[in-house]
């Protein structure tokens, strides 16, 4: 049976009203401030809901990631409940508070109405550097980090080139073109080069003159599955060799799931054992164990002699950053935005520090019984206690670290990428930066030149000490060095 039109009419015309009143009012209309909890700390969240003739809108306050009001758009509110995605971030309103959970950890939230936001706070200005040493034109983008061996620095470069640079003025000792881009770090020993090209072939160079010695496959097809698959990982992690010295064996991780060891003199392949993922960061030589962090959030513990496991524990997020030990704990950072403490050789859960939304990318570099880390969005380099956790120091280093800091006698060196692609709510920017070891203070900063039009500049990967230098490879193609004053 049709309904009368003028009952058709007032149907219309109360949704109408009902969604007039929806837009002019909602119960959570104004600021909310509170705190995010997390294991190690806790920070400063603020929602702000904004009445507009597009309807309600939110702003995030999360001066601890840089964000002093930060549109996200349209407010998603159901029942009471509130939600913003790209975050994790969930709340329900309960009269004048908000409780909810915040990140992959769902780590608790609870935010009261009523405040204000601070202001974001000057831009600081750093001491400026030292003048270069040299810079050296390498042709093509270098994602890998430098390593360094008897004064010569080696990096490899997306065009399939590997380079090998003196440290003391920039000039080329040699230079060798392979069939595929090179992305990660190479090991240096005293005779060879070994480094993982594109289609994770394990490749091994004569040291002093660049010649190949040999290349070994090392993604089994019939195992995978298929042919190595596109990087994953976004920002071009990848795996490197780790040599056993005394036994002269390589061990490392493959995008075919596999753990691998060869011999370093022959590249024959000694075993593969089969891990749960991907593995795209190097592994560590703890003892008699092969420790390697796979891309599922799997850390993985077997022994050498044997190949049988001696842990495994999931962590919450994908891992491309190699684990570290440090007495009985192994360290390392994960995409669920948590810094894990995992204690040897139990894989219980010692400690875990939040980075808030930040992945942590970057391996820590164990000197003196400290940490020191660096931090993707956080954009800080730390440095930590390794038995529980605890910050000791933190600084804005101003970049995406996605590297591991160098730490000399009295100084932590880091080099940072910046980032320009739509949609980046953090301002990241490129550069060299000294810090006090002590303190974190900050020594000098090198900027380079922005790069117009690009996605990334700056350096994605870690420095290098070499010949009283401080050497970096930038995205941008350009090997820069600067004295480690």
Known sequence: MRRPPRLIFAGLLAALLNVA??????????????????????T?????????????????YLPDMFLYSVNFGPAEIRDDTFALEPLNLTVKRTGDMLTGTFAIAKLPVELHRGGTFAPAPAAPEFPAPPAPAWSHALGAPAWASPTALDGIVYVGTTDGKFHAIHAADGSELWTWTGPNPLWGEALATDDAIFFIDERTDLVRLDRATGALKWRVP?????????????????????????????KSILYVGSTDGGLYAIRARSGKILWRHAAPAKIYAPVALHGDDVIAACFDGTVLALDRRTQKETLRA??????VSAPVVAGDRIVIGSRDYLLYGVELPSGAIAWRDSYWFSWIESTPRLVDGTLYIGGSDFRRVSALDPANGRTLWATDVRGLTWGSPVVTADTVFAGTAGQNMAGTVIQHTSGIIALDRKTGAVKWRYAPPAVAGADFSGC???LVF???KIIGASVGGTLIAFPAL
């Open 21 to 42: 009143a929806l837009a002019e009012s909602s119960p959570f209309e104004g600021i909310w401030l509170g705190e995010i909890v997390a294991p190690n700390t806790r």
């Open 44 to 60: 400063t969240l603020g929602l702000a809901f904004t009445r507009t003739e597009k309807g309600l809108l939110v702003s995030l």
């Open 218 to 246: 090392l993604h089994d097809e019939k195992l995978a599955g298929g042919p190595p698959p596109k990087n994953e990982t976004f920002n071009h992690r990848a795996t490197a060799p780790v040599l056993d010295a005394k």
């Open 314 to 319: 999931k962590l919450g997020g994908s891992l």
């Open 460 to 462: 994605a990967g870690s």
């Open 466 to 468: 070499a010949d009283g």
